[in-house]
């Protein structure tokens, strides 16, 4: 049974920073890649930042480009998002995704076809 579990999450001022963590148990990690997605309250889910399967490759949304890196840990089977120069905005539920697929470049933004998702860890951004 895949299990992703998002952990890190929390209450920071603007401008801040935090790292948020998932880690990934049922599938042969290294394999995958791997991506975070948010939900703010009223909003859709959308796609924010992915990994290829061997790191080689990120891919972040323009709306956190240059302030969020997303990297990952072959050996402990955990997928990171740093997040810096944190704004209200970015308050939401972060999801942690896998891909479908095994040694794909980045997660489909197209959240239909994400294989497997983690239950979300709460970030908010006070002003």
């Known amino acids: 049974q895949v299990q992703l579990v998002e952990s890190g999450g929390g209450l920071v001022q603007a401008g801040g920073s935090l790292r948020i963590s998932c880690a990934v148990s049922g599938l042969t990690f290294s394999n995958y890649a791997m991506g975070w997605f948010r939900q703010a309250p009223g909003k859709e889910r959308e796609f924010v930042a992915s990994?290829?399967?061997?790191?080689?490759?990120?891919y972040c949304a323009d709306s956190v480009k240059g302030r969020f890196t997303i990297s990952r840990d072959n050996a402990k089977n955990t997928v990171y998002l740093q997040m810096n120069s944190l704004k209200p905005e970015d308050t939401a539920v972060y999801y942690c995704?896998?891909?479908?697929?095994?040694?794909?470049?980045?997660?489909?933004?197209?959240?239909?076809?994400?294989?497997?998702w983690g239950l979300g860890t709460q970030v908010t951004v006070s002003s």
């Open positions: 990994i290829s399967w061997n790191g080689g490759h990120t």
């Open positions: 995704a896998a891909d479908r697929q095994t040694y794909t470049i980045f997660v489909p933004r197209d959240m239909s076809l994400v294989g497997s």
